[in-house]
């Protein structure tokens, strides 16, 4: 025998059809009342007295009870009704496959048809045809449902997908990546507060708010793919699945929806009660497309169809195990090695890989015990083991631990006082407190040795500039002596004879007034000169090159030498304290050649090597003798080049005869590592002389 249609009577009873495979089996349409049966085997055609069970010749397929109490029934050839035993044709509704039947607030019925589409059967008779294709499928629906609140129809595809159509066109449309379970959408029922549920291949799904979540095998399911779903008079939600049927508490099918409404994480597990082969509940793959499959009578009991016949639950009256199975911890295996599972016992810090065995016994059904289990100080909460017996720990920390275990019976009582064992992890030498106390203390006295070490590294920087702005503030003090106050005392002595000269030779004043001119734009051009000096290609930004082609150009307007200046090798950057100090050294040997020398030409080369630069002036002047220059009391210029050069590691030769002009050679590093070692201990050597 197959089963077709199944629906509920007005009065409370339970209807479907049953339809076999042999000749002469045709439709016989049983009613369960208050749990008594009545048949009702409709007659041939509507003009025949005998009940061959046929309807018109035809096997029925899907049914549907209206409003007004009529059984619509549909064969692969016409639509009808069953009214007083017999089978009445609706001449206007195109025959063919009808998977599902659905019914509106005003009467009208609407029909999915397999190959004709979409019915819409109208209370007065009137028929309109909406084809798949017209709602953006190639595949008929399997599943309709009529929307109590906003009366538009909700629509599930037999490849998938999930359309609410209302004012005749396709409002929404939900998908696998909407949230809706993948696969066929096999049912569809309505809450009362409006909820939709969606029974499919990849699970039960919930519509609400125009958001979807799906309950699958991760949530507790014994599998996903869901027939259908029906709620008893308790509000418990029964799934028929694959796997078996489900029974489902409203408390957990509210936790898990709060969860999901509250935007929570949706892989929440429930706790539910599973009827299989063992209960007596027969599982299948494939429900077949014939719709409702399921129906719930005044009584209470649900009325759902395998294949191959009928089934009825009564969910008032589940026998159910009230004995807890006790819980035992077996064994326990330290890395690999079998050991009693003594109260208290001490594990060494290598012993890395932990195994507990634990069983539990059940004389019903035992494959059906589940666990959870704890371990107190590791674990924040229970851990779902489902039917699995072992559980493994590894790199657990020294400390104190409780492993407790909890077991439930085949009908989800659980045992929650359950076994529990004590043990605790040895620290190493490392791992105690006395140990990590005094790293604490070391890495506090490092901390406390770099700052040291830093604090000095910055008093050390801040000495060295000091001495360096206390030697720059003594050369301007030298300078201004030796040029612009020498040459403002001679202009004051210049005037003073040209008043005595005006009084007896006022012819020779202008003549000597012309020389004081002179001098004065002499002394200005030499104090812009020196104001330039001041300048720190540091502050600039220009680099060493430019800036001392810019100094070379001021110093031939400045000066009746002529200077060149050429760069060789391929310029680069390097330290700024390099930069600086050669370019003091430039400074000081061109004012030198232009002040004391009378050359005539002056030249600066600057070549770039590999891992140094060598910085060249030379001259054409007179020259001078280097043992008594070095000798020469209150002139530090030789000195001076001598100290620059050794701060940044770097060499000075000056080689000079008197005659034969003057040759000034720098050579330094162009890394500022070994720079910064030699100011270090330069600037430790003045502090430490001060």
């Not at 418990?236 to 936790?255: I, Q």
């Not at 719709?291 to 089934?311: E, M, N, R």
């Not at 061109?590 to 009378?598: E, M, P, S, T, V």
Request: one cysteine or more; charged letters at 20%.
């Amino acid at each position: 025998m197959e089963t077709g249609g199944l629906s509920e009577e007005t009065g409370g009873a339970a209807s479907w059809g049953l339809r076999g495979n042999g000749a002469g089996e045709g439709l016989t349409i049983l009613v369960a009342r208050y749990g008594k049966w009545r048949l009702h085997l409709p007659a041939s055609s509507a003009g025949s007295d005998k009940p061959d069970g046929m309807l018109n010749g035809a096997y029925a397929g899907s049914l549907f009870q209206d409003s007004r109490g009529r059984i619509g029934a549909s064969t692969l050839r016409e639509f009808g009704y069953l009214e007083n035993g017999r089978f009445v044709p609706a001449k206007t509704v195109p025959g063919g496959a009808v998977y599902s039947m659905a019914e509106d607030a005003v009467g009208n019925l609407w029909i999915a048809n397999k190959d004709q589409g979409l019915i819409h059967l109208l209370r007065e008779g009137e028929v309109q045809q909406i084809p798949w294709a017209g709602l953006g499928h190639q595949d008929p629906a399997l599943a309709l449902a009529v929307d109590p609140r906003q009366g538009g129809l909700w629509i599930g595809f037999y490849r998938g997908g999930l359309e609410y159509f209302a004012g005749g066109q396709v409002q929404a449309s939900y998908t696998a990546a909407n949230g809706l379970g993948e696969g066929r959408v096999n049912g569809l029922r309505f809450d009362p507060d409006g909820t939709l549920w969606a029974a499919t291949e990849g699970g039960l799904s919930r519509y609400k708010n125009g958001r979807i979540a799906t309950l699958t095998s991760r949530n507790g399911l014994p599998c996903d793919s869901t027939h259908w779903v029906m709620e008893d008079d308790a509000h418990s939600f029964w799934l028929y699945t694959a796997c078996g049927l489900v029974r489902m508490a409203r408390s957990e099918l509210d936790a898990w929806t709060a969860a999901v409404d509250g935007g929570k994480a949706m892989n929440r597990t429930l706790h539910i009660m599973v009827f299989d082969n063992a209960d007596g509940v027969r599982s299948m793959e494939d429900h077949g497309g014939y719709t409702p499959h399921v129906a719930k009578s005044s009584d209470g009991k649900l009325w759902f169809l395998p294949q191959d016949g009928a089934s009825v639950i009564d969910p008032r009256h589940i026998p159910s195990n009230k004995l807890p199975p006790p819980v035992q911890i077996e064994t326990v295996k330290i890395d690999g090695k079998e050991v009693p599972a003594a109260e208290g016992l001490a594990l060494s810090h290598r012993n890395n890989d932990l195994e507990i065995h634990y069983t539990a016994l059940s004389l019903t059904i035992p494959e059906r015990v589940r666990f959870r289990y704890k371990l107190e100080g590791k674990d924040s909460d229970w851990q779902d083991a489902g039917t699995g017996r072992p559980v493994f720990y590894g790199g657990l920390a020294p400390r104190e631990y409780r492993f407790r275990v909890m077991a439930c019976n085949n009908d989800g009582l659980w045992n929650e006082a359950g076994a529990a064992w004590n043990f605790s992890i040895v620290p190493a030498y490392y791992q105690t407190l006395w140990f990590q106390g005094l790293c604490v203390l070391a890495a506090a006295g490092l901390a406390w040795l770099w700052y040291r070490l830093r604090l000095h590294q910055i008093t050390t920087r801040l000495n060295l500039l000091y001495n360096e702005r206390l030697g720059e503030r003594a050369r301007i003090a030298r300078d201004l002596h030796d040029s612009l106050l020498q040459s403002l005392a001679g202009v004051s002595l210049q005037l003073h004879g040209i008043k005595k000269q005006a009084a007896t030779a006022p012819e020779k004043t202008v003549s000597l007034i012309e020389h004081v001119r002179e001098q004065v734009d002499l002394s200005f051009r030499e104090v812009r000169l020196k104001v330039w000096n001041l300048r720190s290609p540091e502050y600039e930004g220009q680099g060493l090159a430019p800036t001392l082609r810019e100094f070379t150009e001021r110093i031939g307007v400045a000066s009746t030498a002529r200077c060149g200046f050429t760069v060789s090798g391929q310029p680069r950057p390097c330290a700024p304290e390099v930069e600086e100090e050669l370019l003091r050294i430039a400074q000081e040997a061109i004012n030198n050649a232009g002040k004391h020398a009378q050359a005539n030409q002056i030249r600066i080369d600057l070549e770039y090597g590999a891992s140094s630069l060598t910085l060249s002036i030379s001259d054409d002047g007179c020259g001078f003798d280097l043992e008594e220059g070095f000798r020469k009391s209150g002139h530090w210029g030789l000195k001076n080049m001598h100290e620059r050069a050794a701060q940044i590691r770097g060499k000075c030769t000056i080689t000079s005869a008197v005659g034969q002009g003057t040759r000034i050679e720098i050579s330094a590093p162009l890394s500022s590592w070994s720079l910064r070692n030699t100011l270090a201990k330069r600037a430790n050597s003045n502090s430490g002389s001060r």
